[in-house]
């Protein structure tokens, strides 16, 4: 997987919760740039994919 896949997801992420927008339209916007940027994974799999990613940031922030 590409890193900058996984950046742009968590991004888009992180910036649509920033700005105010709720978690499960903000997850499905970060899905949906995982599979634009890598049209090969299967829609399960990028859902997984970035619940992971965005799980690992929320304790990376929640540690600090």
Request: glycine share 8%.
């Given at each position: 997987m590409p890193v900058d896949a996984r950046d742009a997801s968590?991004?888009?992420y992180a910036e649509l919760r920033r700005r105010g927008?709720?978690?499960p339209a903000a997850f499905e916007a970060a899905v949906s740039v995982l599979r634009c940027r890598c049209p090969e994974?299967?829609?399960?799999?990028?859902r997984f994919?970035?619940?992971?990613w965005i799980?690992?940031?929320e304790?990376?922030?929640?540690?600090a």
């Open positions: 968590v991004r888009a927008r709720p978690d994974v299967a829609p399960r799999e990028a994919l970035v619940a992971d799980g690992d940031g304790t990376a922030e929640s540690d």
